[in-house]
């Protein structure tokens, strides 16, 4: 089992920038694979990132593609998810969480991951 604590949110403008961070405790955490979700207000959790075990393969949504950046330190224990170039609709609680199935293809789920951090919240506003 793994225990996730995010870190990093809070409040930014339009076209800043910000580093999440995902703390990882639990001996499965290098073989885990991990997901970035985000929950806007009034919509579904959906589906931002997601890093293999090793870091070297990394998948984004399409409305995050070129502008985040996921990345792993697994002797710290911790995956950091970047966030440049943000926009109003980048406001979002964001959730790490951890699986054990990275996919080259097809979406990914809450399904896909069994356990979640507590979320820390993104605020983007002029």
């Known amino acids: 089992q793994v225990q996730l604590v995010e870190s990093g949110g809070g409040l930014v403008r339009p076209g800043d920038s910000v580093t999440l961070s995902c703390e990882a405790s639990g001996r499965d955490f290098s073989f885990s694979v991990i997901g970035w979700f985000r929950q806007a207000p009034g919509k579904e959790r959906e589906f931002v990132s997601v890093t293999s075990w090793s870091g070297e393969m990394t998948r984004y949504a399409d409305s995050v593609k070129d502008r985040f950046l996921i990345s792993r330190d697994n002797a710290k224990n911790i995956v950091y998810l970047q966030m440049n170039n943000l926009k109003l609709e980048d406001t979002a609680v964001y959730y790490c969480?951890?699986?054990?199935?990275?996919?080259?293809?097809?979406?990914?789920?809450?399904?896909?991951?069994?356990?979640w951090g507590q979320g820390t919240r993104v605020t983007v506003s002029p």
């Open positions: 969480a951890a699986g054990t199935t990275y996919r080259l293809s097809g979406d990914y789920g809450e399904e896909d991951f069994g356990s």
